[in-house]
């Protein structure tokens, strides 16, 4: 991993000079990287961009990030030194939906054959994305995840507004 920490993360942090309007405004994310450059680097990218970066070096302190805040995406290193992951998005997979099991995940990966990717979307998560990332690629994938996740939380409230009456045609 060491080499892409050198060579891939100056590509990463500079954002390959994107122009943008903020499109990750508002949005959550639980980053999970082991190793302490990429973490930040990706971080950093992502913070400029308008998201609100929560960064996990494990597993552990992962699931513990996720007790506490529901993030819009969450954006996991798949090979990490202690539990990997795979780990990490089997665990998520069997929180129920109101503690976060359904959140949106992409899996972050120097493992580029295609049966990696297959492996990656087959464990759970939405996307794969190889390193060394593409600024543009994971901004708008961020964006796309915390979409789909904006829209189910919406359509899950309106259900409940519906069969509840609240807020169907009433006024104070």
Same mark, same amino acid.
């Given at each position: 991993m060491g080499d892409w920490a050198e060579s891939g993360a100056a590509e990463v /942090?500079? #954002?390959?000079a994107v122009v943008h309007d903020s499109p990750l405004? =508002? $949005?959550? $994310?639980l980053l999970v990287e082991d190793h302490e450059l990429v973490r930040e680097?990706?971080?950093?990218?992502l913070v400029e961009f308008g998201a609100a970066v929560t960064a996990a070096g494990g597993v552990a302190e992962a699931l513990e990030a996720l007790e506490r805040e529901r993030p819009d995406v969450v954006l996991s290193d798949i090979k990490m030194a202690?539990?990997? #992951?795979y780990a990490l998005i089997r665990r998520l997979r069997a929180l129920p939906p109101d503690r =976060? #099991? %359904?959140?949106?995940a992409a899996g972050l990966t120097g493992l580029i054959t295609a049966e990696d990717r297959a492996r990656?979307?087959? /464990? #759970?998560? %939405?996307y794969y994305v190889a390193k060394p990332v593409d600024a543009r690629t994971l901004v708008s994938i961020v964006a796309a995840l915390a979409a789909r996740n904006r829209t189910a939380r919406g359509s899950a409230a309106r259900a409940f507004h519906h069969r509840s009456g609240a807020g169907v045609g009433t006024r104070p």
């Open positions: /942090a500079m #954002g390959q405004d =508002g $949005v959550s $994310v680097v990706i971080s950093r990218l202690d539990e990997d #992951g =976060g #099991g %359904q959140t949106p990656v979307l087959r /464990a #759970g998560f %939405q």
